[in-house]
């Protein structure tokens, strides 16, 4: 398991790294692009552009379904549940609660607050495909912290197996988002 946990860490940092020196290629900072391009940014601009064996965007087809079906998925999944009942929904992930709930229903809801707008402009992209990328990278830079977080957690014990579980399912999400990534 903690192979398992210390490669996709790696992985997620990998990417985030690789999202920002890609970021710097495109020209936000030209003065900054030969300095702060790493080597490995490049390999990844080459896998965007087709390189041999690679699945990123093989359903670009289907990105905007993609993102109404991931939208409507957080919302009911996450969002609205821990925005209106979290003390709740904690219980059904098997958290335990503690006497005083105020900190966790204000953590709650405002986790739940900010998974509601993403995923309401997820909606608003879906429609916009010139804004999609953006969002896409944005969508498996969030997943990859949400993996990176539920890996901590399971190491450290400190989280129900309910959240450990959870793992198999982010790592899923950034999969399934990077097949899906526009075209």
Same mark, same amino acid.
């Given at each position: 398991?903690?192979?398992?946990?210390?490669?996709?860490?790696?992985?997620?940092?990998?990417?985030?790294?690789?999202?920002?020196?890609?970021?710097?290629?495109?020209?936000?900072?030209?003065?900054?692009?030969?300095?702060?391009?790493?080597?490995?940014?490049?390999?990844?601009?080459?896998?965007?552009?087709?390189?041999? *064996?690679?699945?990123? *965007?093989?359903?670009?087809? $289907?990105?905007?379904? $993609?993102?109404?079906?991931?939208?409507?998925?957080?919302? *009911?999944?996450?969002?609205?549940?821990?925005?209106?009942?979290?003390?709740?929904?904690?219980?059904?992930?098997?958290?335990?609660?503690?006497?005083?709930?105020?900190?966790?229903?204000?953590?709650?809801?405002? #986790?739940?607050?900010?998974?509601?707008?993403?995923?309401?402009?997820?909606?608003?992209?879906? *429609?916009?495909?010139? #804004?999609?990328?953006?969002?896409?990278?944005?969508?498996?830079?969030?997943?990859?912290? #949400?993996?990176?977080?539920?890996? $901590?957690?399971?190491?450290?014990?400190?989280?129900?197996?309910?959240?450990?579980?959870?793992?198999?399912?982010?790592?899923?999400?950034?999969? #399934?988002?990077?097949?899906?990534?526009?075209?």
């Amino acid at each position: 398991m903690a192979g398992f946990c210390e490669k996709g860490s790696r992985f997620c940092l990998r990417y985030l790294s690789e999202l920002c020196g890609r970021q710097c290629q495109q020209g936000l900072e030209t003065r900054y692009r030969a300095s702060t391009v790493p080597e490995e940014s490049r390999t990844w601009k080459r896998i965007e552009q087709g390189g041999a *064996g690679n699945m990123v *965007g093989i359903w670009s087809s $289907y990105s905007s379904h $993609y993102l109404c079906v991931l939208g409507i998925g957080i919302l *009911g999944g996450f969002a609205l549940p821990m925005l209106v009942v979290p003390i709740t929904f904690g219980r059904v992930l098997r958290w335990q609660i503690p006497d005083h709930t105020h900190l966790a229903i204000y953590f709650g809801r405002c #986790l739940g607050g900010i998974a509601a707008v993403i995923a309401a402009f997820g909606f608003k992209v879906a *429609g916009s495909p010139s #804004l999609q990328p953006f969002f896409f990278q944005l969508a498996i830079a969030i997943f990859c912290m #949400l993996t990176a977080i539920h890996i $901590y957690g399971g190491i450290r014990k400190i989280q129900p197996i309910t959240e450990t579980i959870e793992i198999i399912f982010w790592f899923g999400l950034i999969v #399934l988002t990077i097949c899906f990534y526009p075209g």
